[in-house]
């Protein structure tokens, strides 16, 4: 049974970084195919794709966002993670991690998602 | 603004069917696949159509997913009391080089 587990800070300040980790169970992140994504979900909004990453560590960014993101990958610990820079209260949001297709929108597992707030 | 346009709400009564349109253009839905995602309250989205109108296993026959030309559906039959939900439609965006969602239709079952 594929399971995604998001953790990480739900409380950041503004100007600083968010950085959140998905922890991946049930299947190796090293399994061809598969992308490893980050998207959010603004309060009472829809889903919006921040990017994914391969196991071999290519990765692909949302443009508006791709100044400010980095997504990282450790088959060590089958884990993948997102680092936001200069965050503001517009990245207020619950963030989710998911397993994808290379272009596609297919998102076939997903983490439960967390909060983050952007708060002084 | 979402890439993808989807009515905000819809709604029906138990047993009705119901249909969900979503909107988009030739960069993504008419050269793509479109998924379609179930979210329900205060839980992650699920994944319900793939490849326009392939159901996952599990997910039962009741919902049913279309495409034509930059336009797509999805149906629910025999509607539900636990199929009130957001549902949401994604399509791969050519332009953007990524996936692009709806921005969700709430349904409620009246």
């Known amino acids: 049974q594929v399971q995604l587990q998001e953790s990480g800070p739900g409380l950041v300040k503004p100007s600083q970084t968010l950085s959140l980790t998905c922890t991946v169970s049930?299947?190796?992140?090293?399994?061809?195919?598969?992308?490893w994504s980050w998207i959010r979900q603004h309060p009472g909004k829809g889903l919006e794709w921040i990017g994914y990453?391969?196991?071999?560590?290519?990765?692909s960014y949302n443009p508006s966002l791709q100044s400010r993101v980095t997504i990282s990958v450790d088959t060590s610990k089958n884990q993948f993670s997102l680092r936001l820079n200069f965050v503001t209260a517009a990245d207020t949001a619950v963030y989710y991690c998911?397993?994808?297709?290379?272009?596609?929108?297919?998102?076939?597992?997903w983490g439960q998602g967390t909060l983050v707030t952007v708060s002084s | 603004q979402s890439a993808l346009t989807q009515p905000p709400s819809a709604s029906g009564t138990p047993g009705q069917r119901v249909t969900i349109s979503c909107s988009g253009s030739?960069?993504?839905?008419?050269?793509?696949?479109v998924y379609w995602y179930q979210q329900l309250p205060g839980t992650a989205p699920k994944f319900l159509i793939f490849?326009?109108?392939q159901r996952p296993s599990g997910v039962p026959d009741r919902f049913s997913g279309s495409k034509s030309g930059t336009s797509a559906s999805l149906a629910i039959s025999g509607l539900r009391s636990e199929d009130e939900a957001d549902y949401y439609c994604?399509?791969?965006?050519?332009?953007?080089?990524?996936?692009?969602f709806g921005g969700g239709t709430k349904l409620t079952v009246l």
């Open positions: 998911a397993r994808g297709l290379k272009r596609n929108a297919y998102f076939d597992f």
């Open positions: 990453i391969f196991y071999s560590g290519s990765t």
């Open positions: 490849r326009n109108d």
């Open positions: 049930g299947v190796s992140i090293r399994t061809g195919g598969y992308s």
């Open positions: 030739s960069s993504n839905i008419e050269s793509n696949y």
């Open positions: 994604a399509s791969w965006d050519d332009i953007l080089s990524g996936p692009v």
